[in-house]
């Protein structure tokens, strides 16, 4: 088991134990495609800069990456949504 460094919100270091780090780690656009059930262009799409219900996403270079409690925020959102749909 290793130990990763990194930095917290303060700026201080901290030890990781690396599995802690990497088992909840950043999901490419092919495992966020998996884990919402969706198409690979489904996300694509929904991570343009014109897009209507943009998901959340972190650009690492040319790579798109995506946090799992993000995505589960999203989805959350989407429920909560159609429960309590705009009335015009």
């Known amino acids: 088991m290793g130990t990763t460094h990194s930095l ?8 990781i134990d690396s599995e802690t780090a990497f088992g909840d780690g950043l999901l490419t656009v092919y495992d966020t495609a998996r884990f919402l059930n969706v198409s690979v262009s489904w996300v694509y799409e929904h991570t ?5 219900d943009r998901l959340p996403f972190v ?28 009335r015009r």
């Open 8 to 15: 917290d919100v303060a700026g201080n270091r901290s030890d």
């Open 59 to 86: 650009k690492l270079g040319k790579y798109l990456r995506f946090d799992r409690r993000d995505l589960w925020a999203y989805v959350d959102a989407k429920r909560e949504t159609r429960r309590n749909p705009r």
């Open 48 to 52: 343009r800069d014109d897009a209507k």
